[in-house]
């Protein structure tokens, strides 16, 4: 492309169509690629984010997006926002030095092994060198971006655009007198009542038959996407008419395929209900991870846990493993509203979930702060787990060290997950007060459903900020009462 | 990439991650892509291939050759034919004007349509302005590339290089006289001989457990490969470890996707035993289209449809498909050596499929000799047909209509399915003095077969011309006798 006379939006384009190319390629790695292609496809996928990197970071992009800025309508609201949204990314992206990137990117590549190994050798010292150099990266990040009150503010928002230490600190503390209380109430009920359902086999094909029928009867487009098999569950866009789903199958456990789908299902009915005329543009991308939680969180639990979905869908599982038959619904859906107390985040339930975050949280929180050595790190863990789990880690490979996020570097991600969480809360609460949503959801008729998240919250692309997104959607700000509420009703009161 | 100091290497290893990046989007495009992504897909597509095209043809990359042919030791034989095959390959792409590539494939495109509809409707009017502009573009591209003797020579050598009118038309005057009562022999005695075989279904599921153990035993690797479901099957390169196949099922007929994969699986041989460290070079690369037909001939026909093969594979398929209990090995065998006397070349067999070809060659040959007016070509067709085949086409649509080639501005192709035919029996024969692989082929283990052809054919690359690969491996130029006697000794005497 010449370096003169190219519009933003040509710039954007382009961007897009090497982004999304990539994201095929990463999404073959993942699924069909045979083993010994893993060499080369490491050299596909670097050149073409290098492509990307370049375009999107060059000045030539901030003069287009300048000059785009210039002629742009004062009143055209959705545009001027689109770009000063663009801005804001262009910034973010940019305003670190290339020496920083570079040394984070080696930092954390060498991290995570060292991570790996520190958590088999249950030996958090192994660790400990490489989590205060990230550590010393990130406060160099948020200096570099720059914050209003705190250094981990800047860390926030830049997974959660808008989000701050105060605004989350308040959502924490009303979350903390009570998400103790009704996980242990959960946990409790759960033994007395949870039998383990038949034994397997459950078939993979039977499970997908399933998973597929579910999907597409909550509205999942497989005309624009698709279902296939990982070790990981993930979403992945590669076009604006192009969101695919993964799913991992157990067949001991169809509940753990199924649940995935559904999850990712969210993920991807947010992703193809983005404006798709504007791809790569604010307008047409996610706004942010609490936001894209939120709806696989609420597509998951919100309506895959609850027991007018099952009174659809339990009798066509049954026909696909007959050895439900020997369990009825309500068994059935105990089963589903299990509680646990784990020491491990991705395995808890529904109930205990939030309780690990916060955990995070707050020891994040400490950290940047500087009101906790990293060297305290286990033993600040330990003991704050006990404080909210009434148990003790007895190892730091299942309590500190458990978790990926660290090593590479991502600090303020893990608050996103309970973002999330609330904001599906916030959401179903507020699009039960319509008629016919609410209707819709007593007989397991999602399309008014789906249609509310389209206009509220798809639609809006990353025009906004996602605390708006919430006000516009629910008239009111986040706020942790109505997951609370929904805990409670759900685990406690039922 | 910056302008300057780039060696000639890592352009080409730039152009070749672009290209295979195109691969994998071309593979999933075929494979598994979901139908609403085809628009933005061919966006990406379009994307990708301009910039290995703006690479691949740039005067950058013309200097970096240059420079590289500079310091190319004299005495290092293998790089200086390595960088003389990119030379000819940099002046094919680039001695043509924009211009006319632009007006090629705006023309190929509207004829593409053309001939769709022209054959629907049995209306070869239709399509005789658009195939009188494609000739005419086509001798304009054979003045531009330059020729020894005749123009049909440079269309036939940008698909076969080093390919002439003459030798070419040595062959088929070799293959002409026996060629037609070789096939007559081969339709009456199918005739008398073959029975149906039972009824299906063959499920595709035991049709792919049968296609991957074959593939597999013969030599094609897994680890850097995969064989997936299409309308039509193809291989194609992802990378120099990834190599990959595609099949079509019919629940009728077991044979039709074995046949193909062995076929593809041939392909495939070839280019995973092509040198992997020098992708995008000529010595890591396929040198043309007759050779690389040439492996998946020999696999399918010499190979696939041999007595010994079945031998070894015919109790695993009566495993597989219970059905297959009644009908012993030698009426299997009459089945699988069926041959039928067809309008249609692509539904036609072994021993008529040259017929086929010469054809087609005998009247390209003609219209570059401007002996054959293109208005006269179904008439001229239709006699040589008869000539041929002792029947007459009953309309255009089964006669000059039938292949899409003309209609892509595709002259001087078709020749190289029957040079393919001929290699392949020419080298099937060479190898056979080798007794460790003649043991092998007689007790169906082809790693011996599969090493000899890796050593004379496949870690050559594009180094040779394809006619001093044949006579490297066989000791002779091209010849058409070996051809001859493969089908006689299997069709005739037999």
Not at 63 to 86: G, T
Not at 257 to 275: D, I, K, N, T
Not at 394 to 409: E, F
């Amino acid at each position: 492309m010449s370096e003169q006379n190219v519009s933003f939006q040509e710039l954007v384009r382009e961007c897009t169509l090497i982004g999304t190319s990539a994201a095929v390629l990463g999404w073959d790695q993942e699924t069909y690629m045979p083993e010994d292609a893993s060499g080369f496809r490491a050299e596909q996928l670097s050149w073409l984010s290098a492509q990307a990197h370049q375009r999107a970071t060059s000045q030539q992009w901030a003069d287009a997006l300048e000059a785009a800025m210039q002629v742009c309508d004062e009143k055209d609201l959705a545009e001027r926002a689109n770009l000063s949204e663009m801005k804001r990314r262009y910034e973010l992206a940019t305003k670190l030095p290339v020496e920083l990137v570079a040394r984070e990117s080696k930092v954390s590549s060498h991290a995570k092994r060292a991570w790996m190994e520190a958590r088999k050798e249950n030996n958090f010292a192994k660790f400990l060198p490489h989590l205060t150099e990230l550590v010393d990266i990130a406060r160099e990040k948020a200096e570099r971006w720059g914050y209003l009150n705190e250094p981990y503010d800047a860390l926030l928002s830049c997974h959660e655009r808008g989000a701050t230490t105060a605004v989350l600190s308040g959502l924490f503390d009303t979350l903390r007198p009570e998400l103790s209380g009704i996980a242990r109430a959960a946990v409790e009920r759960s033994r007395d009542r949870v039998q383990p359902l038949p034994a397997g086999p459950y078939p993979e094909a039977q499970q997908m038959i399933l998973n597929e029928a579910i999907a597409r009867d909550l509205g999942y487009s497989f005309a624009a996407g698709r279902i296939d098999t990982t070790t990981h569950p993930f979403c992945t866009t590669l076009g604006p008419r192009d969101v695919r789903l993964t799913t991992r199958y157990d067949e001991a456990d169809f509940c753990s395929s199924l649940f995935g789908v559904l999850h990712e299902a969210g993920h991807g009915m947010y992703e193809q209900g983005l404006p798709g005329d504007r791809p790569g543009m604010a307008a047409g991308d996610a706004v942010s991870l609490g936001i894209h939680e939120s709806q696989s969180r609420l597509w998951e639990n919100h309506v895959g846990r609850a027991r007018e979905f099952w009174k659809k869908w339990y009798p066509r599982a049954v026909e696909l493993f007959p050895q439900l038959r020997q369990v009825a619904l309500d068994d059935f859906m105990s089963h589903v509203h299990q509680a646990n107390f784990s020491l491990i985040r991705v395995e808890s339930d529904e109930a205990t979930y939030d309780l690990h975050i916060m955990l995070r949280f707050l020891l994040e929180r400490k950290i940047f702060r500087k009101e906790l050595a990293l060297v305290d790190l286990p033993a600040a863990w330990n003991e704050l787990f006990v404080e909210l789990f009434g148990m003790t880690p007895p190892d730091d490979a299942q309590g500190c060290l458990q978790d990926i996020h660290w090593s590479m570097g991502a600090f303020g991600y893990f608050p996103t997950y309970t973002l999330g969480n609330l904001h599906a809360s916030q959401l179903i609460h507020a699009a039960r007060q319509v008629e016919v949503i609410r209707q819709g959801i007593d007989t397991a008729q999602y399309g008014p459903l789906l249609a509310w998240l389209r206009e509220n919250i798809h639609r809006h692309g990353a025009l906004h900020e996602p605390s708006d997104l919430i006000f516009g959607a629910t008239g009111s700000a986040p706020d942790a009462k109505y997951h609370l509420e929904h805990l409670r009703k759900r685990y406690v009161d039922a």
